[in-house]
């Protein structure tokens, strides 16, 4: 009787231990981060495409992809333990930096800009893309936690 | 049924040693083909860009962009290994809590 209560005692204790670190320092995988971070790395490649024409004349284009940008980077900021995935949104979208809010501004203050740069800045965006969506897919998701 | 906490502990330890070290061994071996790739892809792009500004495909400020933009690239290269490097450490932590439970009730004979 005495070693049946030591041994429900000792479980309690022992969950009670794990528990506590079994905290994730990580966000769980998200299905809509990963799908959003992928489907707006093409919308943001195929308007690049565009930048050989005057800003002017799509500026509804990029204000659409601008606005798809906005809300994910919403979405992710309310995610909690998920400040490396804001900080790369923040760099991406950044109009002083050089990825994908630079090339816009850069467009937008230009006019128009030459297709050579256009291919190599799309590959460069569309890996700066990838470092997202990669980071997403491996998170740990939620059914894998026992 | 007394508990002997001592045989728990170092079968415990020799686990979570085994444990640390594959989980480790991957990490390492990952980061650091990671880094040599991303090297490798620079090297060939600056190349590349160099010879296109030099053939007047590109202007300056082009150039400039895509080299400063590889600076960027690169910080969101960082960003995502230190997120790896968060998850690994929580895949370790979930792999631990559940060697140390299957473990102790293994020995332990309870479910």
Redesign the interface.
Known sequence: MK?KK??YL??IF?FSA?AL??C???SYFDQYAYTQSTSIKVDAQNLMDMATEDYKSHEKEVKEVNTKIQKIYEYEKNRPKNE??I??WE??RDTT???YG??IA?WRK?GK??K??IE??KE??G??FD??S??ES???KQS??? | MPIDFQNIFNVLVGEVEKLAQDTLKNYVNDAKSDGVAFLNSTKADLQKWVNELAAGDMTAEEFKSLVNGQKDLLEMVALRKAGETAITIDKFENSLLNLVTTTIFSLLKIA
């Open positions: 070693t030591l041994n000792f479980k022992l794990l670190i079994a994730n320092t990580m490396f995935t900080k790369q760099i991406l930096k050089d990825l630079g090339f850069m230009n800009v030459g050579t740069f190599n800045k460069q965006i890996k700066a470092q997202i990669q980071l491996k998170k740990i894998e936690v026992k």
